[in-house]
């Protein structure tokens, strides 16, 4: 691989990455219940994580060879309307945006995610003769540390 290629693809991934810091910059201004999860790896992470309601809502990950930034919604939550940035994606939904022009859309397909899972899961809870779910706890209100010794 010559100079040339990797000083390109190092200028590609550096340009993909404000992309994707600026997106959840913008999603979590916008989106008030959503905040940026961890991601625990041993080693520097291959993608970021953005959590809601206590449970992961989408990873976002840079894609340098797709030339876009690749955020794929958790199984764990509604699927949102056909969207010009949805990609094909083993897991469920994945959406690739290639501009900063893409973070609006981003930002209307994860709302619309939210709010058709909460719909769903206060229709499934009136079904089931409860009034509403009960509100999630933090992670660090059930985590309880191992005791060693």
């Not at 940035?85 to 290639?98: P, Y």
């Given at each position: 691989m010559s100079t040339r290629t990797i000083e390109r693809d190092t200028r590609i991934r550096e340009l993909l990455d404000q992309l994707a810091d600026r997106m959840i910059q913008d999603i979590l201004a916008a989106l008030p219940d959503v905040r940026e999860g961890?991601?625990?790896?041993?080693?520097?992470?291959?993608?970021?994580?953005?959590?809601?309601?206590?449970?992961?809502?989408?990873?976002?990950?840079?894609r340098p060879r797709r030339l876009g930034v690749r955020i794929e919604i958790s199984g764990l939550w509604s699927v949102p309307s056909r969207?010009?940035?949805?990609?094909?994606?083993?897991?469920?939904?994945?959406?690739?945006?290639?501009?900063?022009?893409?973070?609006?859309?981003?930002?209307?397909?994860?709302?619309?995610v939210v709010e058709a899972t909460r719909e769903a899961e206060i229709e499934?809870?009136?079904?089931?003769?409860?009034?509403?779910?009960?509100?999630?706890?933090?992670?660090?209100?059930?985590?309880?540390?191992?005791?060693?010794?």
């Open positions: 961890h991601v625990m790896t041993i080693g520097p992470p291959a993608y970021r994580r953005l959590d809601c309601d206590g449970r992961a809502l989408a990873y976002v990950r840079s969207s010009e940035l949805q990609v094909a994606s083993a897991a469920g939904v994945a959406l690739l945006c290639r501009s900063y022009g893409d973070i609006d859309e981003a930002i209307r397909c994860l709302r619309e499934k809870f009136a079904e089931d003769g409860e009034s509403e779910p009960a509100a999630l706890e933090e992670p660090a209100d059930w985590l309880v540390p191992r005791q060693v010794g």
